[in-house]
């Protein structure tokens, strides 16, 4: 069954600290892979994606993730938190063929401490 | 650059009662989506439209239609509403090609007295 399992419903850190959001996948083709962020009352935008090549990809505002494919997982990290990161992170699973389904996660709820 | 807009962003009904909801999207995009967020539950695959005047139902179609009459809109109905149902819907697109990420709208707001 296709699925992506986030681990922590609520993270909560202190600005200036690093970051990881965990993700872990479960899909039976060719994963491509999404982190998006939601902000109060707003959709969702996409941070960052990955298809294929180098396995550590960069987004917007400093964040970064890297697939692995051996432990399915693809964990989001960002060296200093600011307390505007403070938002709804979401990590999604589509194959590749367009309109295929998008599996999400529950989404960690990130608390950035001033 | 596009923009998808959902409309209206606030949507209060009574218990049965038949609701509509607007997307519309001007990325020229052909494939759209109809979600539905409820708190701690991520998000849940209503029905998407491949093309024009085409309808697939996602995991979570019961209760809902939907309708894609133009590419760049589509709309989902609740056909009725449940009493102190409160959830988010957001309407999301995403083009044919080699990158298939979603643009999401800003969401209706929905809350059944």
């Known amino acids: 069954a296709q699925s992506v399992t986030q681990p922590d419903a609520r993270v909560t850190v202190s600005e200036g600290a690093s970051l990881q959001l965990r993700c872990k996948y479960s899909?039976?083709?060719?994963?491509?892979l999404f982190w998006y962020v939601q902000y109060p009352r707003q959709g969702l935008q996409l941070l960052l994606k990955?298809?294929?090549?180098?396995?550590v990809v960069q987004g917007v505002n400093g964040f970064e993730a890297e697939f692995i494919k051996s432990n399915s997982s693809f964990h989001l990290r960002k060296a200093s938190v600011h307390w505007s990161d403070s938002a709804v992170y979401f990590c999604?699973?589509?194959?590749?063929?367009?309109?295929?389904?998008?599996?999400f996660g529950k989404g960690t709820s990130l608390t950035v401490i001033p | 650059g596009g923009i998808i807009t959902q409309t209206p962003k606030f949507l209060i009904g009574q218990e049965g009662q038949k609701l509509t909801l607007k997307c519309q999207q001007n990325?020229?995009?052909?494939?759209m989506y109809w979600y539905r967020q409820d708190s701690g539950k991520g998000l849940r695959l209503i029905y998407y439209?491949?093309?024009?005047?085409?309808?697939q139902k996602g995991d979570l179609s019961e209760g809902y239609d939907a309708s894609r009459e133009k590419k760049s809109s589509f709309s989902l109905t609740v056909t009725s509403a449940q009493k102190n149902e409160m959830a988010v819907f957001l309407c999301?697109?995403?083009?044919?090609?080699?990158?298939?990420?979603?643009?999401f709208g800003p969401g209706t707001r929905l809350t059944v007295l």
């Open positions: 999604a699973v589509s194959g590749n063929t367009g309109y295929q389904n998008f599996y």
């Open positions: 999301a697109s995403s083009n044919w090609g080699d990158t298939y990420e979603q643009y």
């Open positions: 990325f020229n995009h052909d494939t």
């Open positions: 899909y039976s083709g060719t994963p491509y």
């Open positions: 439209s491949i093309t024009e005047n085409d309808l």
């Open positions: 990955y298809y294929s090549g180098d396995p």
